[in-house]
């Protein structure tokens, strides 16, 4: 199977330099089920079960498994944003729009307990935002400007469609929420699940 590449302008790549690695690190979207398998292959390998306490401290971890059967369904929606070094995928942040939720359990009933939050004197659910699935950075490419990449990336693919971005990150991944105020997330609620305590997080790009 081959998904489609999509038609994307030349300004949404991004590439970062470096004199470290064989290939240069570059944001795009993803666009073959070969990424795709790589992103599964990386999920997998930052799942929290699968960690050492001790990295899970330092380094942060993943939460929700994403397999490949569930990545092709959610890339019918919206294409994901990755970032590669030559062939190799360096990270990704997954794009999953509110209506993705027909195809992903966990995101439904993230969304049972986000939308009704209030937000800049409405409703979360009554604003235009879409919902970052997952970030990951593989081991060897953190700390090399990834994740801000992938984030600016998404907000030139994404912002003319949507005011804001929202997502919950576990209240344990201390690193993630370093990182995330760092991009410029507001917290707006922490709510429990079956999983533990999340904070919900906003990027609002408004006037911004």
Same mark, same amino acid.
């Given at each position: 199977?081959?998904?489609?590449?999509?038609?994307?302008?030349?300004? +949404?790549?991004?590439?970062?330099?470096?004199?470290? %690695?064989?290939?240069?690190?570059?944001?795009? /979207?993803?666009?073959? /089920?070969?990424?795709?398998?790589?992103?599964?292959?990386? +999920?997998?390998? !930052?799942?929290?079960? #699968?960690?050492?306490?001790?990295?899970?401290?330092?380094?942060?971890?993943?939460? $929700?498994? =994403?397999?490949?059967?569930?990545? @092709? @369904?959610?890339?019918?929606?919206?294409? /994901?944003?990755?970032?590669?070094?030559?062939?190799?995928?360096?990270? =990704?942040?997954? &794009?999953?729009?509110?209506?993705?939720?027909?195809?992903?359990?966990?995101?439904?009933?993230?969304?049972?307990?986000? !939308?009704?939050?209030?937000?800049? #004197? *409405?409703?979360? *659910?009554?604003?235009?935002?879409?919902?970052? #699935?997952?970030?990951?950075?593989?081991?060897? =490419?953190?700390?090399?400007?990834?994740?801000? %990449? %992938? =984030?600016?990336?998404?907000?030139?693919?994404?912002? /003319?469609?949507?005011?804001?971005?929202?997502?919950?990150?576990? &209240?344990? !991944?201390?690193?993630?929420?370093?990182?995330?105020?760092?991009?410029?997330? &507001?917290?707006?609620?922490?709510? !429990?699940?079956?999983? #533990?305590? $999340?904070?919900?997080?906003? $990027?609002?790009?408004?006037?911004?």
């Amino acid at each position: 199977m081959r998904i489609p590449k999509p038609a994307l302008p030349k300004k +949404n790549y991004f590439r970062f330099p470096t004199f470290f %690695m064989a290939h240069p690190l570059v944001a795009t /979207s993803v666009t073959s /089920s070969e990424e795709l398998l790589r992103i599964e292959a990386l +999920n997998a390998e !930052n799942l929290k079960p #699968g960690l050492p306490a001790e990295e899970i401290a330092r380094q942060g971890f993943l939460t $929700w498994r =994403y397999d490949f059967n569930l990545l @092709q @369904q959610l890339h019918a929606y919206a294409p /994901s944003v990755i970032c590669k070094s030559g062939p190799e995928v360096a990270g =990704y942040a997954l &794009t999953t729009p509110r209506e993705s939720a027909a195809v992903h359990r966990e995101l439904s009933l993230m969304l049972d307990k986000i !939308n009704d939050l209030p937000y800049d #004197g *409405r409703p979360l *659910r009554e604003h235009s935002y879409y919902v970052m #699935g997952q970030l990951c950075v593989a081991k060897p =490419y953190r700390g090399r400007s990834v994740v801000e %990449m %992938m =984030y600016a990336l998404h907000r030139d693919l994404y912002s /003319s469609r949507f005011d804001m971005m929202v997502l919950t990150i576990s &209240t344990e !991944n201390t690193r993630s929420v370093r990182v995330h105020e760092r991009i410029g997330f &507001t917290d707006i609620h922490v709510y !429990n699940d079956h999983f #533990g305590a $999340w904070k919900v997080c906003v $990027w609002d790009w408004r006037g911004r």
